[in-house]
């Protein structure tokens, strides 16, 4: 039997749409392991209880439940060794570590006010007030003021990018000449958006749009299956 992932889904159950379960599948694709996917919303929290915490992703495989896509990514390479890398070595396992902080902690927060009414559009109606409660208490204000200034807010996400655009124009992939995992964490993101939402992040020119092409193809191209719009 394979893996089974539990994997945030929105009022479609084919819109996959979270950036952490992005890189979970990427992840296990780049292992060439079996998988399959279980949609979950937020407010599914019995069925991921087994991991003593409330979030996806969440991978089953038999025995084993792993929680946090850094986690399972740790998971797989530890114990999936005959498989290909997602780290290349212990070094570069250090590396992505940064890499998949810096995703989480300086590119998502960027991303985030962009995004949060078109979410919001595409979620189950189970799980919208949920998310409206959760998300304007973060943020301190209702979601439509949040993403009232994206036209502005989207300069601050080009400028955070900034040295993932001085990387690509020397090379073809964060990992180098082939994706690997830091390539994922960072992919993960921008798949969030594609997903959910219309709004242009990049000019067209932008070198990362580029790279963002080159990593629809990666993985056989998982990415390209599950709705969302153009980038």
């Given at each position: 039997m394979g893996m089974i992932l539990y994997d945030l889904a929105g009022a479609e159950p084919a819109r996959r749409f979270s950036p952490y379960c992005w890189r979970s599948k990427l992840a296990l694709a780049h292992k060439n392991l079996d998988f399959e996917t279980v949609a979950w919303r937020f407010t599914d929290k019995d069925l991921i209880a087994s991991s003593g915490?409330?979030?996806?992703?969440?991978?089953?495989?038999?025995?084993?439940?792993i929680s946090d896509s850094w986690d399972i990514a740790c998971y797989l390479e530890t114990a999936y060794p005959d498989r290909p890398s997602l780290f290349g070595a212990d070094a570069g396992k250090a590396l992505t570590n940064f890499v998949n902080s810096w995703a989480d902690k300086a590119m998502a927060p960027a991303m985030a006010p962009l995004l949060l009414v078109d979410i919001l559009d595409h979620l189950d109606e189970k799980d919208k007030p949920y998310f409206r409660q959760t998300r304007e208490k973060a943020f301190g204000a209702p979601l439509e003021e949040v993403v009232a200034s994206r036209d502005a807010r989207v300069n601050d996400l080009k400028r955070v990018l900034e040295p993932l655009r001085s990387l690509l124009r020397k090379q073809d992939f964060i990992a180098g000449p082939s994706p690997l995992y830091a390539d994922y964490a960072v992919f993960g993101n921008f798949l969030w958006a594609k997903c959910i939402s219309s709004f242009k992040l990049l000019d067209k020119d932008d070198i990362i749009g580029q790279w963002r092409e080159r990593m629809l193809d990666a993985c056989g191209g998982l990415a390209k299956q599950s709705p969302g719009y153009d980038f």
């Open positions: 915490q409330g979030k996806v992703p969440v991978l089953q495989d038999t025995d084993h439940v």
